[in-house]
């Protein structure tokens, strides 16, 4: 009964520290761009903090990893939190002399931030037994609902904070929820200093498996479908999402009318979670690739019927979803297609890719969005899904699947 409650009590910690930092990235993607627009130089560049935050991400998750690994990973989401709350400092510093620059790097530094907290679903799952890894996981997901509720609606009432500098209280309010979150995780239980990556905790295969050359890799149609269908999915959602608050203020909806519809949009991201893993094992990852490429469809559908509350709404909803079925779908099979000894190799080179079309895309939302408009910017999407479609279609008539222990 003691070791159970004690259970409870880890993961009831871990899941609200989660929801913590969940409520400050939602709302750092529902403000950025509303906040860059009052102090950028052109309206083109409004989204350019939030292609910082993905920067940051991508830079930080190498060094990341290998210090956690080397002094703890408790000590390491410390450390990301310490620089994050810099990194809020800053933005608010930013926002009252109205310099757009350092309000950027500011931007830059939350994204390292990421690059530390994103592990933490790691960390909760080594913090129990091996048979109640999936519970630590599921208890991790929970937390992204009340986070969707809440991060769009702590944008709102920091809007208006201080009168006379807008969006500055969304950044004191971060600066409380990171402060909350380093305190949150000093309760947490300390780990060994081997951190697991989530390829190794769902598979204990032997390391001593032949590594094969990168040219084999290059050849491999499954792990391009992969890479396409999470890269693809994961950059129109961040430029549909970072446009979106812009986009409705720019058709006179007001900040509450974004964040309500930004807050429907999260809850599409991370419900379908509860599901998507029985559907890919029901469908298999290359169907699942293409159901999430089809609800990716009905969001271009959705958002030319117009551009009032409704439309906006259910286009971000779904605009969740397919991205749900498209990054479960391409993770699920990027894992079936290397040994274990080449997974480092392998997962740089994705998360590289991803990363750098998620830059490109959340860097060009602003741009596009302001010339041609939130109804074309939507149509941008078609050309990438089709492209996603032949190539899934493709591996799947060619039978070319890679599955690695077959090799």
Same mark, same amino acid.
């Given at each position: ?21 969940? /409520? ?28 910082? $935050? /993905? ?21 390491? !989401? ?54 109640? =890894? ?53 309760? !947490?239980?300390? @780990? ?26 290059? =050849?491999? !149609?499954? &792990? ?19 446009? $979106? ?31 998507? #893993? ?7 990852? @290359?169907?699942?690739?293409?159901? #999430? ?22 286009? &971000?909803? !779904? ?60 149509? $941008?999407?078609?050309?990438?899904? $089709? ?8 591996? /799947? ?11």
């Amino acid at each position: 009964m003691n070791s159970f409650l004690n259970k409870i009590k880890i993961l009831g910690i871990f899941s609200i520290t989660q929801t913590v930092f969940q /409520i400050g990235t939602v709302m750092i993607m529902a403000v950025s761009a509303l906040a860059g627009q009052t102090i950028s130089p052109s309206p083109e560049s409004a989204s350019l903090p939030v292609s910082f $935050v /993905i920067l940051g991400t991508l830079i930080g998750l190498v060094p990341a990893s290998r210090f956690m690994k080397r002094q703890g990973s408790k000590y390491g !989401l410390l450390l990301g939190t310490i620089i994050g709350i810099f990194g809020a400092i800053l933005a608010a510093y930013a926002i009252w002399e109205k310099s757009f620059i350092l309000f950027s790097i500011a931007h830059l530094l939350f994204g390292l931030h990421q690059s530390f907290i994103q592990y933490l679903r790691f960390v909760a799952m080594e913090s129990v037994p091996t048979h109640d =890894r999936a519970s630590a996981l599921s208890w991790i997901l929970i937390a992204g609902i009340p986070a969707a509720f809440l991060g769009p609606l702590a944008g709102l009432q920091g809007k208006e904070l201080f009168p006379t500098s807008l969006f500055l209280g969304c950044y004191f309010i971060l600066i409380v929820s990171l402060s909350l979150q380093f305190l949150l995780i000093t309760f !947490l239980p300390s @780990p060994s200093k081997r951190f697991t990556t989530e390829h190794e905790l769902e598979h204990q295969e032997s390391e001593r498996e032949k590594v094969r050359p990168f040219s084999y890799h290059v =050849r491999n !149609l499954g &792990l391009w479908v992969s890479i396409l269908s999470t890269s693809f999915g994961f950059g129109l959602m961040a430029m549909l999402m970072t446009a $979106v608050p812009v986009a409705m203020k720019s058709h006179g909806h007001e900040m509450h009318s974004s964040t309500l519809v930004l807050q429907w949009h999260v809850l599409g991201m991370y419900i379908p979670s509860f599901f998507s #893993g029985v559907l890919v094992r029901k469908m298999t990852a @290359p169907y699942l690739i293409l159901m #999430g490429v089809f609800v990716m469809g009905l969001e271009v559908v959705s958002a030319i019927q117009g551009t009032e509350f409704l439309p906006f709404a259910f286009a &971000l909803i !779904l605009l969740g979803i397919g991205w749900n079925f498209m990054y479960v779908g391409g993770t699920n099979l990027l894992v079936e297609q290397y040994h274990p000894a080449e997974k480092n190799t392998i997962q740089a080179v994705n998360d590289t890719i991803v990363y750098s079309i998620a830059i490109l895309s959340t860097y060009s939302a602003g741009y596009l969005e302001h010339k041609i408009g939130w109804l074309s910017l939507n149509l $941008v999407s078609i050309p990438f899904l $089709v492209f996603v479609s032949i190539v899934t279609f493709y591996f /799947i008539i060619t039978k070319r699947k890679v599955i690695p222990h077959g090799s």
